[in-house]
């Protein structure tokens, strides 16, 4: 169960970047609240596997627990560094790559 809450946290980093990232690339940067918007149901989310999960292992060793709150407070980091890490590679992207489309056949 651990595996799958920790891998969860990853997929929805993965996805808080890549969605950020895409939406404020192609529409603009004012589109990066989605991201937040993302950002905060992801964290709901965990808050609500966390309470979900705490009561289900009731015959768990204090050590356990602990390791467990620990693994969903790490899989929240995981999420808000994710979005940090979106608007970084946004503005790392603006100002040292031009993306240039050229199509053929096209005359200037």
Do not use: C
């Not at 609500?48 to 015959?59: F, G, H, P, S």
């Not at 503005?91 to 199509?103: A, D, G, L, S, T």
């Amino acid at each position: 169960m651990i595996e799958f809450v920790i891998l969860l946290g990853v997929i929805g980093g993965w996805i808080i970047v890549a969605s950020t990232l895409f939406l404020m690339l192609a529409l603009g940067k004012m589109w990066g609240v989605v991201g937040v918007l993302l950002l905060v149901l992801a964290v709901q989310i965990n808050h609500w596997l966390k309470a979900k999960y705490m009561r289900a292992i009731v015959d768990a060793t204090p050590r356990a627990k602990e390791i467990a709150a620990h693994i969903f407070e790490m899989n929240e980091l995981i999420l808000l560094s994710s979005y940090l890490i979106s608007i970084v590679l946004y503005v790392v992207i603006q100002k040292y790559v031009e993306i240039v489309i050229k199509f053929p056949h096209v005359v200037r």
